[in-house]
């Protein structure tokens, strides 16, 4: 998706999950109520008093309801549930309905990255056992469904020991993602962008899911469409994915440099600038439902982007593989400067 149609999908109402772009979400807008241009009260002057408060009538009582709607609680809660889930290495919350992740939180550090006490050849996909069965992703849910199981919290960031790379094998830490072109390539070189700004803060930390993002149809209008694998249907194929990035400055209530990117599920040409797919983080907020930092004052914002270039280096996936346990692949003279003006 182009940053001109996440243009447009952004104009679509929230209840649409659209994306918005830069431009519409530089600045958080509060609309300010206007008074009535007759004022509901007359205003007092020294001939005129004030005219009187109402005050609660004494005599009003709770209203005796001849129903009980919260009485179906006895019978337990519907939900929705979130699975709040944590691991040596992630923390996230499971959506049940479409049987993805809703978010997944990590935290890498130089010195995290810089241990080996973890083997992807000792990992295994596996089903999460937390979610109740009725719930969860299975593994025969992937099976020649033409989709690869897609970390969101990728193994190689959790590579300091084997208990931690095991955990992001977690059925609950996949997505359904185009594997040739995306989770293969543009998606890992991303995930290798977020290692390497552990060059330059000594804290980052990262929340990745997924989105169901409406689109155009012919006829005009916006409709969110999405596939469904599996043996019945089960789990959601998403539209698109989302990171975003927190980098610190190690200082207590020092600077964080902030960072939102949404990426299509799909084949990603790797000469793509990286900051076309960077959003503002109220974008993502809307189109997702949730909240990534009410608590960071603004004063303490930076924007990742305006601190450091954003680029990605290409390298071929077979030596990424190869290299997820010792030393790190010699960077490539190939690099893509995305920076900011």
């Known amino acids: 998706m182009s940053k001109t149609t996440i243009a447009i999908v952004a104009s679509v109402s929230a209840l649409t999950g659209a994306v918005a772009t830069a431009a519409l979400f530089s600045t958080r807008e509060r609309k300010v109520s206007t008074s009535p241009s007759t004022p509901p009260y ?44 944590s691991t040596p290495s992630t923390t996230s919350v499971f959506d049940r309905r479409n049987r993805n992740p809703l978010w997944v939180a990590e935290h890498i550090t130089p010195t995290s990255l810089s241990m080996s006490g973890g083997d992807r050849r000792h990992s295994y996909f596996v089903e999460d056992d937390s979610i109740p069965s009725k719930f969860r992703a299975r593994l025969q849910d992937y099976q020649r469904s033409g989709y690869d199981r897609g970390h969101q919290v990728p193994a190689a960031d959790a590579k300091w020991a084997q ?11 996949m997505c359904p993602q185009v594997g040739d072109g995306f989770n293969r390539d543009y998606w890992a070189h991303v995930e290798d962008f977020c290692r390497r700004l552990t060059h330059d803060f000594p804290s980052v930390r990262i929340v990745t899911g997924p989105l169901y993002l409406p689109r ?15 043996n019945p249907p089960n789990v959601a194929v998403p539209t698109h994915f989302y990171k975003v990035i927190f980098a610190e400055d190690g200082r207590t209530g020092g600077n964080v440099s902030l960072a939102a990117f949404v990426l299509p599920n799909k084949p990603i040409a790797n000469n793509k600038p990286l900051t ?22 603004e004063q303490r914002r930076l924007k990742l982007c305006e601190q450091i270039k954003c680029s990605i280096l290409v390298r071929e996936y077979a030596e990424r593989q190869k290299n997820l346990q010792g030393k790190a692949p010699e960077r490539s003279s190939r690099s893509l400067s995305v920076a900011r003006p």
């Open 42 to 85: 007359v205003v007092p002057t020294s001939t005129t008093p004030p005219a009187p408060i109402p005050q609660p009538s004494s005599s009003t009582r709770p209203i005796s309801a001849p129903v009980d709607p919260s009485g179906l609680f006895q019978y337990g809660f519907p939900g929705p549930i979130s699975d709040l889930n």
């Open 163 to 173: 208990e931690a790379m095991d955990s992001t094998f977690l059925l609950s830490n």
């Open 216 to 230: 155009r149809d012919a006829d005009g209008k916006y409709r969110v469409s999405y596939e469904v694998i599996g």
């Open 276 to 297: 076309d797919f960077l959003v503002p983080i109220e974008a993502v907020e809307k189109a997702s439902g949730l909240e990534f930092a009410s608590k960071l004052p």
